[in-house]
C-alpha cells in the first residue's frame, strides 16, 4: 500500500514536498517514481530515484526544480518542488518497482508494481 500525502494549493514560484510511505511489503523497493496527470491530459512521468547506486532521473520539464529523495528505512520517496509553475497542476502519483530494471525503462508507467492514491499539487494566485 501506498499513501502519498503534502499536497495542497501554492502561489506561482512557491515550494512544496510531498511524500508517499510504502507499507504491507517486506524488502525494500529499488526504484521509487512520481507521475502526475492534469485534467484532460494523460498520466506523465516526473521523477524517479533507484536505490545502491542512487540514481536520479528527471522529466525535462521539471529538471532544477525539483528534486526527488528517499529514506529507505521508511520506506518513503519526497518530491521537492520549487519555482512552482501553473503548468505543475496535477495529481501527482507515487509508484514503486521492486526488482531492477535497465535505465531506458524507468520512466515507463508499466514497469511499476504499484501505485499511490495521488495527493493533488494546484499552483494558482
Known amino acids: 500500500q501506498l499513501q502519498a500525502s503534502g499536497g495542497g494549493l501554492v502561489q506561482p514560484g512557491g515550494s512544496l514536498r510531498i511524500s508517499c510511505v510504502a507499507s504491507?511489503?517486506?524488502?525494500?523497493?529499488?526504484?521509487m517514481a512520481w507521475f502526475r496527470q492534469a485534467p484532460g491530459k494523460e498520466r506523465e512521468f516526473v521523477s524517479t530515484i533507484s536505490a545502491s547506486p542512487v540514481t536520479r532521473y528527471y522529466a525535462d520539464s521539471v529538471k532544477g526544480r525539483f528534486t526527488i529523495s528517499r529514506d529507505n528505512a521508511k520506506n518513503t520517496v519526497y518530491l521537492q518542488m520549487n519555482s512552482l509553475k501553473p503548468e505543475d497542476t496535477a495529481v501527482y502519483y507515487c509508484?514503486?518497482?521492486?526488482?531492477?530494471?535497465?535505465?531506458?525503462?524507468?520512466?515507463?508507467?508499466?514497469?511499476?508494481?504499484?501505485w499511490g492514491q495521488g495527493t493533488q499539487v494546484t499552483v494558482s494566485s
Open positions: 504491507g511489503h517486506t524488502g525494500g523497493f529499488y526504484h
Open positions: 509508484a514503486v518497482r521492486s526488482g531492477r530494471i535497465i535505465t531506458s525503462y524507468v520512466s515507463r508507467a508499466g514497469v511499476y508494481d504499484y
